[in-house]
């Protein structure tokens, strides 16, 4: 015989396995954000050390271009 208890633990445990899978999945969700935002920090990092070598190269190209006009 099934008792009102019984239902009502029934319900509380359902509820509870649900309240769990919605938890993983968050869990997922955010863990996926946050490898998202790691590689896009790695990117912008990589970005800006070619930004500054290229910069650098390019001052170089300039100061050796306006020396080679000089020495002419």
């Known amino acids: ?3 009102v208890e019984t239902t009502t633990e029934n319900e509380y445990l359902d509820t509870l396995e649900a309240l769990c899978v919605e938890k993983v999945e968050r869990v997922k969700r955010i ?3 946050e490898n998202r935002i790691a590689h896009e920090r790695y990117m912008i990092k990589t970005l ?3 930004m ?3 910069s650098e190269n390019y001052h170089k190209d ?3 271009t ?3 006009a000089l020495a002419m």
Do not use: F
């Open 62 to 64: 300039i100061v050796n």
């Open 48 to 50: 800006e050390e070619k």
């Open 52 to 54: 500054s070598t290229m």
């Open 66 to 68: 306006v020396e080679a």
């Open 1 to 3: 015989m099934i008792t």
């Open 31 to 33: 863990e996926s954000l």
